[in-house]
Structure formats: C-alpha cells, structure tokens
C-alpha cells in the first residue's frame, strides 16, 4: 500500500537522522587517523568502521526513496502554483543528496609544487584516503593529500548530504527555479548579462522562499519552525 504523507515525512526524516549519525561516527574516526598518538587507527576504529559501514548501506537503501518523496512533496506546491504542464513540473524535480567528491592532491615532496591531481570516486571513507596517500607517497616519493572539492553543476543538482531538511527543500527548489528558467532570456544569457543574472537569481530566490515554506508547513511543520540564513549554511 502507499504511504501517508505523515509516513512519507517520517521516511525522510529517518533518512537525515541515518545521515546524521553516520557523519558522527565518519568524524570520530577521523579524529582516531588524524591523532599521531595513535599508532593502529585502523585496528582502533575497526569496530566503528563496521557500524558506519552498516549504516550507509542502509542509507543506500532508504535515500532514493526519501529523495522522491521530497521531489514530489515539491512539486506538489509547484503544481498548485501552475508551475505544470498536463499536470507535470516542467522540469520535473530532480536532485541527490551525494557526499562530496574528493580529489588526490600531489606535491613534490621536497617543495610545496603541485605536480598532479586525480579526482576520486564518490563514497571513499576516510580509512581508505590514508591508504591512499600512504600508497602514492610510498611509490612515487610525492607528498599527496585527499581534499574535497565542490559540487557539480548537474540535471538532477547534486546537493550536499546534510542533515539540515529546510536546506534540502529550499536549495532543491532554488535549483530547480534556475533550470525553469533555462530556456528564457534571463537563463540563456545569465553568463553574459549581469541584469538577467541578478533577475535569475532573485527569481529562484523568491520560489526558493515561497515555495520551499509551503512544502515545510505542509510536510514538516517542525522544520517550518526553524528558521535560518540559507546563503549563510551554504557559504559554511
């Protein structure tokens, strides 16, 4: 049988609580390979590893389906807005909650030169950039280092994994808002004109705004309640 909307609040908000926890363990682990006091980080965090290691698939399991629940809690406000052709959000909406993706740094090792970098496939755990690094500097006599870089700009929009659900809606909706207006003077020419920028921006600023506090006083009435400055979380 389908699920209540209160049921499909409630799968989203286990989703972000999985996420949450999983980060907490992910930190502590880190804090264990970072401590040059600790001479076995991986025999010391074995057991964590193991734990997280059942929680993200878990997380695995559960986040496609909490990410199609919040694209359709979306644009079920998009539709009562005439945001909707034959009852569709033209486009639909589209995104993933992803880790962000890493890059492999490599420096001469005896000056600071950047001679090299490889981007890494999402999902790679902490334990596994210390073999990494251990492995290139070993082979190579290089100095590397494992970094995160930015999202991509994608159809669906990566967002970042976090925790922070008014986030989640708000940044999809924004997104969402700038692929809308793709085809339109102000999205053709965002790059060339700064007036039809600043017009898009506002634009998805504004639906961002609208939109994304119906689908939280309708769905999640708990986060409706707590407010925040999105550009400044997205600026962290």
């Given at each position: 049988n389908a699920m209540t909307d209160a049921a499909q609040a409630e799968f989203v908000r286990e989703a972000l609580r999985q996420i949450g926890q999983a980060q907490q363990l992910e930190g502590q682990i880190a804090q264990r390979f970072a401590d040059p006091a600790e001479r076995d980080p991986a025999g010391a965090t074995a057991s964590l590893r193991a734990e997280r290691d059942r929680l993200r698939q878990d997380i695995s399991?559960?986040?496609?389906?909490?990410?199609?629940?919040l694209q359709e809690q979306i644009e079920s406000v998009l539709r009562e807005?005439?945001?909707?052709?034959?009852?569709?959000?033209m486009p639909p909406v589209r995104f993933q909650l992803t880790r962000l993706p890493f890059i492999l740094i490599v420096s001469r090792r005896d000056r600071i030169e950047r001679i090299d970098q490889r981007e890494l496939k999402t999902g790679l755990?902490?334990?596994?950039?210390?073999?990494?690094?251990?492995?290139v500097d070993a082979r190579f006599d290089v100095s590397s280092l494992v970094t995160p870089i930015g999202g991509y700009a994608t159809y669906p929009t990566m967002l970042p994994e976090t925790t922070a659900l008014r986030f989640v809606v708000e940044t999809a909706t924004h997104?969402?808002?700038?692929?809308y207006l793709l085809p339109s003077y102000v999205g053709l020419?965002?790059?060339?004109?700064?007036?039809?920028?600043?017009?898009?921006?506002?634009?998805?600023?504004?639906?961002?705004r609208e939109v994304g506090e119906r689908v939280l006083r309708r769905y999640y009435p708990e986060a409706a309640a707590q407010a925040y400055d999105l550009a400044a979380l997205a600026s962290d």
């Open positions: 399991n559960r986040l496609p389906v909490a990410e199609a629940i807005e005439g945001f909707a052709v034959g009852g569709q959000a755990t902490v334990d596994a950039f210390d073999r990494i690094e251990r492995d997104e969402w808002t700038h692929n020419n965002y790059n060339l004109d700064p007036a039809a920028r600043t017009i898009n921006e506002t634009a998805a600023t504004l639906v961002q």
